[in-house]
Antibody
Framework: EVQLVESGGGLVQPGASLKLSCVAS????????MSWVRQTPGKTMEWIGD????????NYAPSLKNRFTISRDNAKSTLYLQMSNVRSEDTATYYC??????????WGQGTLVTVSS | DVVLTQSPATLSVTPGERISLSCRAS??????LHWYQQKPNESPRLLIK???QSISGIPSRFSGSGSGTDFTLSINGVELEDLSIYYC?????????FGAGTKLELK
């Protein structure tokens, strides 16, 4: 059974940094592109970016490229999202997803990030 | 970026009826259009890929159609468990984008 378990969310102050993790199981992690998608409290969905199966290539939403970094550790079957200089508009639930082609077959349960002073 | 416009924003339904949800793209996405269902307090799940291809484990009452800029998700015989938000998403070009969603509620 495919499982994606995110962690690392919480309350963070504006301007701070935060690193989210996603541990994968039930499939060969190193065979798949992985993505991060977020959902705002108003339910708007936004693709953040993705990373190639070997970690050699990444894509990002242009609006987030300068502040967010996606990485992975295939030995640990773990996906990461490094967020820097966070803003109130980054408040959202962050989902780890397994990408296939241009669609998202599996989603984690999400981790909530709240940016507030 | 490709903008996806979903309509209606909210649809009031009666169990058993057949309904259609619309997703319109600001430019052609060929058939690289996918549908997701999100039940309250759950993560999204894939319903339909490539506009009309079914997904294992998804009830057969869900179907999709369309290509280019106009797409439809149909539910043939709505059930109470289908009360959710439905999103379309395009995978034709980066950045991938989602529609704002259609919420199904009970009439």
């Amino acid at each position: 059974e495919v499982q994606l378990v995110e962690s690392g969310g919480g309350l963070v102050q504006p301007g701070a940094s935060l690193k989210l993790s996603c541990v994968a199981s039930g499939f060969t992690f190193s065979d798949y592109w992985m993505s991060w998608v977020r959902q705002t409290p108003g339910k708007t969905m936004e693709w953040i970016g993705d990373i190639k199966y070997d970690g050699s290539y990444t894509n990002y939403a242009p609006s987030l490229k300068n502040r967010f970094t996606i990485s992975r550790d295939n030995a640990k079957s773990t996906l990461y999202l490094q967020m820097s200089n966070v803003r109130s508009e980054d408040t959202a639930t962050y989902y780890c997803t397994r990408r296939r082609g241009g669609w998202f077959a599996y989603w984690g349960q999400g981790t909530l990030v709240t940016v507030s002073s | 970026d490709v903008v996806l416009t979903q309509s209606p924003a909210t649809l009031s339904v009666t169990p058993g009826e057949r309904i259609s949800l619309s997703c319109r793209a600001s430019e052609s996405v060929d058939t690289y259009l996918h549908w997701y269902q999100q039940k309250p307090n759950e993560s999204p799940r894939l319903l339909i890929k490539y506009a009309s291809q079914s997904i294992s484990g998804i009830p057969s009452r869900f179907s999709g159609s369309g290509s280019g800029t106009d797409f439809t998700l149909s539910i043939n015989g709505v059930e109470l468990e289908d009360l959710s938000i439905y999103y379309c998403q395009q995978g034709n070009s980066l950045p991938y984008t989602f529609g704002a969603g259609t919420k199904l509620e009970l009439k």
